[in-house]
T-cell receptor, first 120, second 109 residues
Framework: GAVVSQHPSRVICKSGTSVKIECRSLDFQATTMFWYRQFPKQSLMLMATSNEGSKATYEQGVEKDKFLINHASLTLSTLTVTSAHPEDSSFYIC????????????????FGQGTRLTVV | GENVEQHPSTLSVQEGDSAVIKCTYSDSASNYFPWYKQELGKGPQLIIDIRSNVGEKKDQRIAVTLNKTAKHFSLHITETQPEDSAVYFCAASINQFYFGTGTSLTVIP
């Protein structure tokens, strides 16, 4: 399968600081990238969907000013957690979709390794 | 929107036995159904998928079946091995991916 690289895998930051997480598709062009948050022993919760060159679409309840998403190229998307607080501690996972044309033609999506964020 | 339900939430099998995980979905427009395996502390890994124009797909010990009429799909793992132990997620997709709640599979040696 295709490779999606997510960095860093683990980060600890102080409360009030910002943290940037990178998601790269290494061997394909990702027109769409998804950002998820996962709590222990729970499923993936979609936070936002980003398309290259346009603003991200956030799910209900996700603060766009707190979770800044940039999808500047077909191989890179970043998630910045601004003014992090302990309750933002979680496992964040990105996913990149390989191609796909139009709303009715689904395409495979590949996941990064995840980032364990701990805010102290 | 789409609602995906997954059962069981936990599953223990003896090594060599088969494991079956079932999912249902609500939106008949969903046309892509991947299955992911997630090991502790790692991101989900795509293990098999099926599209709505296919009823069954097999890859070595793993198979997936899809019943579009009933809106359910299943993952079948045969000859299970301890390294199959992980959390498995199903998903249904049109554009976005809607995930099931996960099944924690334990294969007992």
């Amino acid at each position: 399968g295709a490779v999606v690289s997510q960095h860093p895998s683990r980060v600890i930051c102080k409360s009030g600081t910002s943290v940037k997480i990178e998601c790269r598709s290494l061997d394909f062009q990702a027109t769409t990238m998804f950002w998820y948050r996962q709590f222990p022993k729970q499923s993936l919760m979609l936070m936002a969907t980003s398309n290259e060159g346009s603003k991200a679409t956030y799910e209900q309840g996700v603060e766009k000013d707190k979770f800044l998403i940039n999808h500047a190229s077909l191989t890179l998307s970043t998630l910045t957690v601004t003014s992090a607080h302990p309750e933002d501690s979680s496992f964040y996972i990105c996913s990149a979709r390989d191609g796909g044309q139009g709303p009715r033609l689904a395409a495979e999506a590949f996941f990064g390794q995840g980032t364990r964020l701990t805010v102290v | 929107g789409e609602n995906v339900e997954q059962h069981p939430s936990t599953l223990s099998v003896q090594e060599g036995d088969s494991a079956v995980i079932k999912c249902t979905y609500s939106d008949s427009a969903s046309n892509y159904f991947p299955w992911y395996k997630q090991e502790l502390g790692k991101g989900p890994q795509l293990i098999i998928d099926i599209r709505s124009n296919v009823g069954e797909k097999k890859d070595q010990r793993i198979a997936v079946t899809l019943n579009k009429t009933a809106k359910h799909f299943s993952l079948h793992i045969t000859e299970t091995q301890p390294e199959d132990s992980a959390v498995y997620f199903c998903a249904a997709s049109i554009n976005q991916f809607y995930f099931g709640t996960g099944t924690s599979l334990t294969v007992i040696p």
